[in-house]
């Protein structure tokens, strides 16, 4: 094997992934691409729940998606169960989320990045980064040999001096049955990386034929499924999950093993994400709740594996299962393998630029759980800027970022490297301040000219994104301008219960009104002409299909009927857009800033932001430093 | 590298006192000192929190004797190093002390510059600023005891009181987004409604007590109204106690306004004598009486003057009409020359149920009363100003807060989506930011996992 390449990935979770794939075809036949696994055969793995997307992760996957991401195309390809959440709330927090086949997905992406151009895979572990005059220059393997290279994205997920616990038991390991790494944490540390711990847990799994499922309430996908990515044409569900819910015997089972708990006997010592904390946390922290809800997830169409959501544990064995049996449906379960937290490290994302490359060593650059996120969706969007920024560097061709304006990714990456990581980091809708137009059914019309100029979409789905757009345009000016008399549009109006009207209105306006439709409305704009006239406008490109009507006439809808809301983020993103270009030189002594606070110098010198909009957004900073920044600006 | 230049400027009131203080601030403030102070010791050798005697000079002219009061950085009002000079009273000593400082170095400071120094270097929040600003302007010893409860953060504890409220709605309405998939009992929207509602009151509260606030920073205004000739400037020249207004006994002689500050019982009282109502041809005195109409709105007690020689009621009409004009104000009906009249009725009104009060503008009988009437008016329209002064900035971006969540109720009654509600009351949080100078950021999660079960 040869052993020089230009870009090295370390890890083959979510984010090593998307990592390789991304700067092999970035790369495009100019750099070589190795990804190094422990076990190859392990890539992929879905190691915690059988599900892609959720809330706002499925913003990430869609947005990836539309960069050029593999994410959505193998969560398509392996899903099981499609559901839109918030169906019942307005649509830019709508979020796709499935449940996925658990063999099915690590098969696909070994098939893929099998077939990848330019990507060699080699089992090994890594065991040293080599680094000259703080410049990476290749990577140490446990065997003793040496892979030369520019760039390295590291992607250890919870391997790096990773513990996992059950009970009192604690072994080492980053994934039940796989070794930890813990040569490459210290000597990063050596070279002035500030490190911190934290915790992640996972449920017990059971075997389906255990389970009395007609005790449970089945919890089924949506009726009609949408897939995540642009290059599935459909998908459908094949399973249905079910619901159930702890009880006070339950907890009283669980209370009798928290003196054997590694959480409450101080034996382990990260902290934990609160969004989604183990079964003995929420009993402990929510005593006067009596019952928590629990979902059964089957893990894949082959395998009999449940995976037991809202019950993730690291109380002992015997204490799972006698819980386990006091549910509802669980009263015989049999336990596939125990729940059991891990604890690993994780280097402080401060320490990072935009492109997640780390200030400290150059061309080494980190991605997913040990920047202190957790989640597939939060490691993959990182995994893909990491190796698109890799490639980037070094074909000397600029950098690629994105704005909390853009994207879901741009909130992820500000905030990890503005705000202080005290718990595994997790997006959410309510972390991106321009939500409403941050939308998972606008991804493509945000980000694919990003991911066309990188190229990693290809033409045809550019072209046919920006014609839909014209499409969009053409249909808001169309309801602009097209007019409906009282005596066509009344009886509309009364049949879904808003209040007629006695003067010609414009579609826009009427579209507004929160009972009626744009569709309907285009519709009765025909009488003589109206519809037929939006139809021929449509007509006037190519590829014209009925088929796509809905997509653009819902994206027109959506803007025409917030459009009040819409326009006030718009305002609100010029603003954003000043500060981010006062830009604040690197090079900057804050210690020579006299008038800043002792606290905001510490946090700038140790953050160093870019602009003073960044400068803004780091906990601790006031307005009143931000003011002495500006003044010493000047 | 930012150099603070340094500034000097009379820190005490421009008057006549017996000691007057000159204060010095900024980098070289020691060296400059030095420039102009002798004495044993010289200010650069000298610790914080120092005083030394000494002799101030510019050049070989002595200018005063004097004693410097050293602060050094950071432990100083603007938390640069401060020298502040007590020399004696008046302008003539302290203005060549200032002249030679400037020669030495320093520059003239502009209005406010030491406080704004002070805000720039974290010695105080942007309300402590606005509360020094109120402290030097506080016309009554009341308001400037409020101006030191506000020193010392009792309006900052208000507004953070009214932060935790909006933060906590705020985590609700993402609780049922973010968090739509967990099992949790998601708020209706009548409590929504109502928790907003709680805070927008408690927003409108905050933001009402700027009324009682300027009367404490500008003085209780009372305005003087009634038919031309009753009396109003007698009144006005009793009631200040020398001749102010113009008196004649040819109606419609006060064509301008006249404006007296008077204190009474510790409290600023702005008095306003307006010119008389009556049908009238003559412009300038139309013109005089709008004056008065935009005069009188501003008062908080309106006294309508009556003279009672001709019929007790002769001025109902008129107290009728100013009171559907200014249903704001208070008012009283002052019955003038009772030493002409021998009607001596004294109480409230039957039908307007005003307070009525006799006197006689001329030989001062009842003035006494009058007077202690418009003191305890003024005490109590101050009673709700307990922790905030409000200066007109902060009561604007309060009721900009409190306008944004009306918008967040009629979002709530409308039935919307709770992303948009947020974004209303999301827009309320930064108001109040901007008056308490902190940033907003992320803590509305912190609301939510404090305060429910997140996670399956």
Sequence with gaps: MNNIFDIIVIGGGHAGIEASVAAARVGAGVLKVALVSMDLSSIGRLSCNPAIGGTAKGHLVKELDALGGVMGMIADKSGLQFKMLNRSKGPAVWSPRSQNDKDLYPRYAQELLQTTEHLTLVDGAAVEILVNHDTVRGVKLDDGSELKCRAVVLCGGTFLNGKMFTGLNCTAGGRVGEQAATDISDMLASYGLEKGRLKTGTPPRIAAESVDWSKTEPHAGDEHPQPFSHRTTSVENKIVCSGTHTNERTHAVLREGFDRSPMFTGRIQGSGPRYCPSIEDKIDRFAQRDSHHIVLEPEGLNTNSIYVNGFSTSLPDDIQLRGLHTISGLENAQLLRAGYAVEYDFFFPFQLRFTLETKAIAGLFFAGQINGTSGYEEAATQGFVAGVNAALKIKGEGEFTLKRSEAYIGVMIDDLVNKSTEEPYRIFTSSAEYRLLLRQDNADRRLMRHGFQLGLIDKAACEQMLEREERIQYTLDYAKTTKLRPAEVNGYLESVGEPTTSEVATIDLLARRGGTTLEALLEIGSGESGMKNWELGMTNWKEYSSSSFAKIVEQAEIEIKYSGYIDRQMKEISVFAANEEKKIPETLDYATVKSLSTEARQKLARIRPASLGQASRIAGISAADISVLTVYLR | ?456
């Design chain 2, 1 to 456: 590298m930012l150099i603070i230049d340094t500034i000097c400027a009379l820190a005490t009131p421009i008057g006549t006192a017996g000691l007057a203080v000159v204060r010095l601030s900024g980098d070289d403030c020691l060296e400059i000192a030095d420039k102009c102070f002798r004495a044993k010791t010289c200010i650069a050798e000298a610790k914080s929190h120092t005083i030394l005697y000494g002799k101030m000079w510019n050049g070989d002219i002595m200018l005063d004797t004097v004693v410097a009061s050293v602060f050094r950085a950071p432990n100083s009002y603007t938390g640069e190093d401060v020298v502040e000079f007590g020399c004696h009273g008046g302008m003539i000593v302290s203005g060549e002390i200032v002249q030679a400082l400037i020669e030495a170095g320093a520059r003239p400071a502009a209005p406010g510059e030491f406080t704004k120094r002070a805000f720039l270097n974290q010695k105080m929040d942007l309300t402590q600023v606005e509360a020094v600003g109120d402290l030097i302007h506080a016309v009554s010893t009341h308001g400037s005891h409020t101006a030191a409860r506000q020193l010392m953060g009792g309006f900052t504890k208000k507004l953070s009181e009214l932060r935790e409220q909006l933060l906590m709605i705020c985590g609700l309405l993402e609780l049922e987004l973010d968090f739509s998939q967990e099992d949790i009992e998601l708020i209706n929207r009548t409590e929504l409604c109502e928790k907003i509602e709680a805070a927008q009151k408690f927003c409108r509260d905050l933001a009402e007590s700027h009324r009682s606030s300027e009367i404490l920073r500008a003085g209780y205004a009372v305005g003087i109204a009634g038919y031309p000739n009753a009396g109003k400037s007698s009144l006005l020249n009793a009631l200040v106690g020398r001749k102010r207004a113009i008196v004649s006994n040819v109606p419609g002689t006060t064509r301008d306004y006249i404006e007296e500050a008077l204190h009474l019982g510790g409290m600023a009282v702005k008095l306003m004598d307006t010119a008389g109502f009556r049908e009238s041809r003559d412009v300038i005195e139309i013109e005089g009486i709008q004056l008065a109409e935009s005069l009188l709105e501003q008062c908080n007690l309106i006294l309508v003057l009556n003279d009672i020689t001709l019929g007790e009621t002769h001025s109902q009409t008129l107290l009728r009409e100013l009171q559907e004009k200014f249903p704001s104000s208070e008012f009283a009906l002052v019955q003038n020359k009772i030493d002409q009249s021998l009607n001596k009725k004294q109480g409230v009104n039957d039908k307007q149920l005003v307070p009525i009060l006799l006197l006689s503008a001329q030989t001062g009988q009842g003035v006494q009363t009058l007077k202690d009437f418009i003191t305890q008016k003024a005490l109590e329209n101050t009673k709700g100003v307990s922790d905030a002064l409000l200066n007109a900035r902060q009561a604007a971006l309060l009721n900009q807060a409190a306008a944004c969540m009306q918008a967040s109720i009629v979002a709530v009654n409308a039935n919307i989506s709770n992303e948009f509600i947020a974004i209303d009351l999301r827009e309320a949080l930064k108001r109040i930011g901007e008056i308490t100078g902190s940033i907003w950021n992320e803590d509305i999660l912190n609301s939510v996992f404090s305060k429910f079960c997140i996670g399956k």
